[in-house]
């Protein structure tokens, strides 16, 4: 399929993205360890831990595109991307990623909460999409912390299993490697990218550090 991309500065090019339904097979292995210590003070305290492992076997479709230019949008070099490696670089990958938790329950309904998780370079999450509105914080290649407090409304349900809670949390998130949540293309230790050396540019800017501060209210039924 033939695209008309807009690469900047006026410059349109033709690009060929040829539109492939697999890249190639992953595994995932993994597994949650989950206990509670009842009465440790005034509430419960909740503890789990996971681990998982995914494994990547890449076939030879790519997506392509003009990736950089080196002189000024002239010409386009063209760049192609298979699953977890750039073109002539095919490989196997396995990354890995920890999730660790706990949290305080009190007897007022209230629960106090941290959670930690870390990604590793070629580590890729089962489900991109999530409750957080803007990236799974679980397919991070890096480190993200989060903290929380979950507040119970002691009112009335209107159906027999129903409860409402509000939940105030912060996340902060500390990215080390590049394409985070992405199948497509190596990636890259952001650290080590500069605009000089095209074998770093990036399709889009990579986010280094984020903050994400949310308020919610669930209602189940």
Not at 24 to 47: A, F, H, R, S, T
Not at 160 to 186: D, M, V
Not at 198 to 221: E, M, R
Request: hydrophobic share 35%.
């Amino acid at each position: 399929m033939n695209q008309l991309v807009d690469m900047g500065g006026g410059n349109f090019v033709t690009v060929n993205t040829p539109v492939t339904a697999n890249l190639g097979d992953i595994e995932w292995l993994g597994g949650v360890v989950m206990g509670k210590m009842k009465k440790v003070g005034p509430g419960d305290l909740n503890l789990f831990a996971s681990c998982a492992l995914s494994m990547t076997h890449p076939n030879n479709n790519m997506f392509s595109l003009p990736f950089f230019s080196m002189d000024g949008g002239a010409t386009w070099q063209n760049a192609g991307f298979g699953l977890l490696y750039d073109e002539g670089n095919k490989k196997s990958h396995t990354g890995s990623a920890i999730y660790l938790g706990a949290r305080y329950d009190l007897k007022s309904g209230t629960k106090i909460g941290v959670e930690y998780n870390h990604g590793s370079k070629y580590w890729i999450g089962m489900i991109p999409a999530s409750d957080d509105m803007w990236t799974s914080k679980l397919g991070t290649r890096g480190d993200v912390y989060e903290a929380y407090v979950i507040q119970e409304l002691n009112l009335k349900p209107i159906s027999k299993k129903g409860k409402a809670f509000a939940r105030l949390g912060y996340q902060y998130y500390k990215f080390e490697y590049t394409g985070s949540n992405n199948w497509i293309g190596e990636p890259k230790k952001i650290s080590d990218l500069n605009t000089i050396d095209p074998s770093g540019t990036q399709l889009f800017a990579p986010v280094k550090n984020a903050h994400d501060i949310y308020l919610t209210f669930d209602v189940l039924f």
